[in-house]
């Protein structure tokens, strides 16, 4: 895991590297408490106003504090809209955020007999705000409701909602 995790990063870091100022690279604290796998995201600003971002989250989804063992993929992308972009310099302050994204979760509690999967494709959105020190180390809060809609019959459709805690390095 930890090499797979250093290869993601290697290639965000290349894929980057032209992109001065422009580019944050970040991690999601939230997921990596919650669930024990690590998710990252970039964002590239597009212009004075705002920016995008994709985030991507693969693992097993299982932490010390729970009995489940899943195999988790996660992907998002998001628009950013700076309202305040005539006092904060983008990618700096209030934010509103439209999210897709798709979820596939495969498993079971250790104490059921079988296993399912439970796949989704989520519209929503999000507002938060973000701050970036010294134009590299980025501290990014955000929350809002996204809408699954489900792909299987062993799940319903139905808000969830999308948290975020991230801290990131400007490239």
Known sequence: MKNFIMTIGLICLFAT?????KALFKINLYSFIKYGDPEVYMEFNLNDKSSIDA??????NSTPFSNQIHANV?????YRYYPLHNIF???IG????PVAGFTSLYGGGLSQTGNNR???VQFGGTAGVQYV???KFAID???GQAYHFSLNENLQSGFQPVYNIGVGYGF
């Open 141 to 143: 809060l955000f929350y």
């Open 55 to 60: 985030a991507l989250r693969l693992g097993f």
């Open 89 to 91: 310099e983008t990618p």
């Open 94 to 97: 209030l934010f509103l955020r």
């Open 74 to 78: 996660d992907i998002r992308a998001a």
């Open 17 to 21: 590297a032209g992109l001065a100022q």
């Open 118 to 120: 439970q796949s989704s």
């Open 133 to 135: 020190i010294k134009r």
